[in-house]
Structures are given as C-alpha cells and as structure tokens.
C-alpha cells in the first residue's frame, strides 16, 4: 500500500506544482495581488465536489465565501486555519520539488494531507483582500470566535465534534540574506502543520483544514523571474541595501525627538471638533507561540509628521466613535483601533456623564472588544485623564466576554486624555482624574505617620509608669533595713 501510494503522491505533487507554476506565467502581471488557498478534510471525510477556477482566474471575495459555505455545510464544523504572513505559488514551483526532486521538498506533510484526504480544494489565485477576510467568514459561518493556538497548547484543548471551533496558526514568512532562509522558514512551517495535524488525529475529530496566507510573498516573486535572468548577486545586493534603508528609517522615526508637546487626535463633523484623543503612548500586544509581540502605535498616531486615518469615526450628541485606521500591525495588513463613547442623564447625581463603553480592535475580519464603562466615566462637560489605561496591570479594561479575541491581546494607554462631548475648539475641558484623593503613596505616608504615632505613644506611656524609690541609702548613716514583711 505504501509503495503504490508514494509515486501517486510524488505525480500529485508534481502536477500540483507546474500547474501553479503555470498560472504563474499566464498571471505575471497580477502576480503580486494573489495568494494561494488550500482547503482539505480529514482522512475519511469526504466534501461536495466542488470545481476548482479555470486557468488565470482570481478567487474574489464572494467566490471564496461560497467555496467555504459549501465546504462547512456539509463538512467538519472544526476549522483549523493556517494562515501564514506572505505566500505566492512561487513558493510551491521553487520549494516543492517539482520536477521529481522530492528530496528537495519542504512541503512533505502537506502532500501528505493532500493525499489522505479524499476531496481536497486548490486555489491556486486568491486575491489577498479576500484571503484576509477569511477568518471573519469562517467566524460568521461557524457562529464562533477564533482561538489563536500553537501545537503545544492545542494538545491541552479538548475539542468535540458536535461544537464548532476555529483554530488559528500563524505562520511566519521571511526571507533573509540567502535563498536558503526562506526554505528553511517554509520548511518549518510545514512541520508546524505536521505537528499539529498529528495532535488532531490523536483527538479522533473530524476536521476541515485551510492554508492561506495574509499577502502574497512579493520578494519570491520577483526573485524568482529576475534570478532566471542571472541577475542573483546584484538582486540579493540591492535587496539588502533597501533593508537598511528601511530600518534606518524606522530607527530614526523612532528616535526623533519632538520640539514640543504634540497636540491631540481631533475627530470634525464639519467645521467643528468633538472628538479629541491624546496618549504618551499607545501600544498594543498579541500572544503568540507563547510570548507577546509589541507594536508601538504612538509614532503613527500623534507628532509631527502623523496624520491619522479617522475614517468610520462618528459623533453627536450622545454617541461617539473614533476609529483609529492603521496597516501593517502585527502582521495585519488592517488594523482598527476604537473607542466608543456614549453619554446619558443620571437622576442620582441629578448631571449628564459620559463613559467609554468599549475599546474595540479590528483586524482581518475579527473583532476584540473590551469594556471600559465600568472604570471610565466622566461628567459629560469634563474630559476624562488617566495615567495608565491597561487590560492587564491594574487593569481598566476588561474583555468583554471569556471567549472574546480580546483574551489573547494587551492594550496599554499611557498618559491618557479623551473626550467625546461638548469639546470647545481644539483643547480638553476641565479632567477628571482616574485617581482618587487617597493615592497608594498618600495610604502608604498615612499609615507610616499612625505608626510612628503608636510607638511614640507607647513610649510615652511606658515614661510615665515609671515610678521612683521612696528611701534612699545614706553611707554615713547605718544600713537601711528592709524587713521581709514589706
């Protein structure tokens, strides 16, 4: 069996590579705009035929969420997603041993999948907005969050046939100063499948697996056409070169000092403001493989030289929302920062007070929302200041739910100031201050004085219960006698 299998496989393998590497050469004008997806089901689970695109047609977005319905009406309601930064179908022609050097394959356990499973899907030309909007239509259809996973805490979840779930596993894409990074790293990758394709065999749960990435691979393309042409050593040269440019950039941008304080995010509904933001800093932070990747959004938010995107941003007289637009955070080529702010009468405190209801992060169609009403609030005439705002060090965010996105990411404010009502030209009204009058250090001063006022006092206490002799002992005089009796 295993014998007869490995030559199918091998032919398999081989075609599914020159027929990417052709629709490569119909398609090498559009080739940057593309990435491939590939779709499969565990050994014995079998999907509707579904007919792959003819020759030089891209998978929009609408086709692709119809090949996925098809997919997950009939098939595994547990999708496991792995979705890589950047790939091109260069990647299977260079790296895939095409023509019958297996060997030099880095994709031994995809063609493995490939090859147990009885209905698999290849699209060979998705474009990559549609590819980055997977995640949210697999959310829609399976009426569940993501969950962000690695193969070692996979093998700690239990999952079950009948719930749904979405796993998702990122997978890097880089390529280095040789060509050999990028097999390696491909290479890896395809390990990291292997691995986590064996956790969910272990666990006897039927399955419906996707591979895709976020953007294609632009760097491969182009290397892949201009090495042809024996221009290797002046490419990897000139590519490095627009490395160090791009970092020297980045370490002066970060390092830039600032002549003055910078002013404030300012949201306009026409001619007047009514939204204004301002932070020290804003970063945020994802979980991954175990460890926090930071990105710092202060640079590309406020000075000078930053010109935030603001579209999406609303406001009136009781609602606000400011959507603050970025690229290319975390690997997401889109990236939403909100806060939603709303503002209503308390008959109690017999005034209006504004709160920030959520703070909400989108990217790549999933939505992680935090709640902040319970700790941000202010008078609706004031603006509301905060020294830090965080979700994880005394936290003033909280997720909004136990299975929201929103689990597997820090958000830190620091020095924060907004206001969302009744703003007056371009300047905060009076804050109010997250800090009450009794600060950790004023508690810790108090308590160091009641201290030291008790012992003073059981010093002066013990002073006064001293009590002196009443006879005194004369030299020249006979012995005072103290009889036992007293």
């Not at 109690?348 to 999933?366: H, I, K, P, Q």
């Not at 300047?427 to 012992?455: E, H, R």
Request: glycine letters at 8%; one cysteine or more; proline letters at 6%.
């Amino acid at each position: 069996m295993a014998t007869a299998g490995t030559p199918q496989l091998r032919r398999i393998s081989a075609c599914l590579a020159v027929f990417l590497g052709l629709l490569n050469i119909l398609n090498t004008g559009n080739c940057d705009e593309q990435v491939p997806l590939i779709m499969w089901t565990s050994e014995g689970i079998s999907l509707p035929s579904q007919s792959p695109p003819t020759a030089g047609h891209i998978v929009g977005q609408q086709q692709l969420a119809s090949y996925l319905e098809k997919a997950l009406n009939v098939g595994p309601k547990n999708v496991v997603l792995f979705l890589q930064d950047k790939m091109s179908i260069e990647d299977f022609t260079m790296y895939g041993g095409a023509f019958g050097n297996k060997q030099d394959s880095v994709f031994p356990n995809l063609e493995g999948a490939l090859m147990s499973s009885s209905s698999p899907l290849v699209l060979p030309a998705v474009s990559w907005p549609a590819s980055n909007a997977v995640i949210g239509q697999l959310q829609d259809q399976l009426e569940t969050s993501p969950l962000y996973m690695d193969p070692e805490t996979l093998s700690q979840l239990r999952l079950n046939a009948s719930s749904p779930a979405l796993l998702v596993f990122r997978l890097p894409y880089g390529i280095g100063a040789d060509l050999l990074s990028a097999k390696d790293i491909l290479s890896g990758n395809d390990e990291m499948i292997g691995q986590v394709l064996s956790t969910m065999k272990t666990q006897s749960v039927p399955y419906t697996a996707i591979y895709t990435a976020l953007q294609p691979s632009r760097e491969a393309a182009s290397l892949s056409i201009e090495s042809g042409v024996g221009g290797g050593r002046s490419l990897l040269q000139a590519r490095g070169g627009y490395r160090e440019r791009e970092r020297e950039r980045e370490r002066q941008r970060k390092i830039k000092e600032k002549a003055g304080i910078y002013g404030p995010v300012e949201f306009k509904e026409g001619e007047e403001t009514c939204i204004l933001l301002w932070a020290e800093g804003l970063s945020v932070s994802i979980l991954r493989s175990g460890r926090w990747e930071d990105h710092d959004l202060t640079p590309s938010t406020f000075g000078e030289g930053a010109s935030p995107k603001l579209h999406g941003s609303t406001c009136d007289k009781t609602k606000a929302r400011l959507v603050l637009n970025y690229e290319n955070v975390l690997g997401h080529l889109s990236f939403k920062l909100i806060f939603a702010m709303s503002q209503r009468h308390y008959k109690v405190s017999a005034r209006r007070w504004f709160t920030l209801d959520a703070v909400e992060l989108e990217y790549d169609g999933t939505k992680a929302t935090f709640n902040g009403s319970r700790h941000v609030y202010a008078p609706a005439e004031y603006s509301y200041r905060c020294g830090s705002v965080t979700n994880f060090r005394w936290p003033v965010l909280v997720p909004h739910s136990s299975k929201d996105p929103a689990n597997q990411w820090r958000v830190s404010f620091e020095d924060f100031q907004i206001q969302g009502f009744n703003v007056t030209g371009s300047d905060f009204s009076y804050a109010s201050d997250c800090a009450g009058f009794f600060s950790p250090g004023i508690w810790m001063g108090l308590m160091t004085s009641l201290l030291m006022v008790l012992v003073l006092t059981y010093g002066l206490h013990m002073i006064m219960q001293l009590r002196t002799m009443d006879r005194f002992d004369d030299p020249k005089g006979p012995a005072i006698s103290v009889p036992q009796t007293e």
